[in-house]
């Protein structure tokens, strides 16, 4: 542990990672990760790790505020926003390490979702309007807020859950020019129950999170209020995540990774059938989507990698 903890100590005192530092760190944290799955390391050892990191994992850095979790909980809607916004702290003791974060691939990824539901919004509006949109774990609320100042006039209807009520307070803030077309509630999602049907379902980051069992009883809820042409994304980190070392070591983030093969075979035991499913991707390839069709056809939505 102690040449880790050497590298990581080299680098805050330089001021966090130059780019050329970038493959060392990478390195570093996935053979860290490789040790503690193998029992190598303890929590013990893994707590003194990062410990080397100092002040770099307080709240003036990204990392730090995925680690230390202020809001109670990982993946949480400010820490989203700031990868959306590829925030980068002022003082130059930190700025180097937000720099390093958004460069990882799960940051991009998490970025690159954004445009897919995007293109989703693009693809269902363009074939039927009004579209009525059900929103899962709504987070910041950036994704809608910048669809719809590019669309200022959509005859849309967006309804989002969230359990958070900072995520919802934050996110009706930000689109408080679109609260005639967006509606907040406050709900458990694995309660949640509706009357309404919906043109477009999406849930992109909170499947993964979940437990097979958990997965199947949500996505079984959510079927009834699918429209019969409407469609169900659902978003999951792959197990092909470069990232991941980083995010469990020095994050503390953990997700539930899922193949392709296994998201299929989800949705199968759920009693989907086989021509109502398809797995896209974004162009990382790291952030998996499921889409469940309610039709007996389906299309590629915009351009993506969808098979």
């Known amino acids: 542990m102690e040449k880790y903890k050497t590298l990581i100590l080299k680098l805050v005192e330089q001021g966090g990672p130059s780019v050329s530092d970038y493959p060392l760190l990478d390195a570093c944290t996935r053979e860290v990760h490789n040790l503690a799955a193998q029992g190598v390391f303890s929590s013990a050892d893994i707590a003194k790790f990062r410990e080397a990191f100092g002040a770099a994992l307080s709240l003036a850095t990204l990392q730090g505020f995925t680690f230390l979790k202020p809001h109670g909980y990982a993946g949480d809607y400010e820490i989203i926003d700031l990868i959306y916004r590829q925030h980068v702290s002022l003082d130059s003791r930190f700025s180097n390490w937000d720099q390093y974060y958004h460069y990882l691939a799960a940051s991009r990824a998490v970025r690159n979702r954004k445009s897919y539901f995007h ?23 950036r994704s809608m807020f910048e669809w719809l100042c590019k669309h200022p006039e959509a005859n849309i209807q967006i309804d989002c859950i969230d359990i958070d009520p900072a995520a919802i307070a934050y996110a009706s803030d930000l689109n408080h020019a679109f609260l005639d077309r967006i509606t907040f509630s406050r709900k458990n999602v694995m309660k949640f129950r509706t009357q309404k049907r919906y043109d477009l379902i999406w849930a992109a980051g909170i499947f993964d999170y979940f437990n097979d069992a958990a997965f199947r009883y949500l996505l079984k809820r959510l079927l009834p209020a699918l429209e019969s042409d409407g469609e169900i994304v659902i978003g999951n980190f792959s197990t092909d995540n470069p990232s991941r070392s980083g995010m469990e070591m020095v994050g503390d983030w953990y997700l539930q990774h899922r193949t392709r093969d296994l998201l299929f075979s989800l949705a199968k035991e759920c009693g989907i059938h086989g021509n109502d499913v398809g797995i896209g991707s974004e162009p990382e390839g790291v952030n998996l989507f499921l889409h469940i069709s309610g039709r007996k056809s389906r299309q590629s939505v915009n351009g993506n990698n969808f098979t």
Do not use: N
């Open 119 to 141: 293109g989703l919004l693009d693809c269902h509006y363009s074939r039927k309007k009004p579209l009525h949109v059900l929103k899962i774990a709504s987070g910041p609320g």
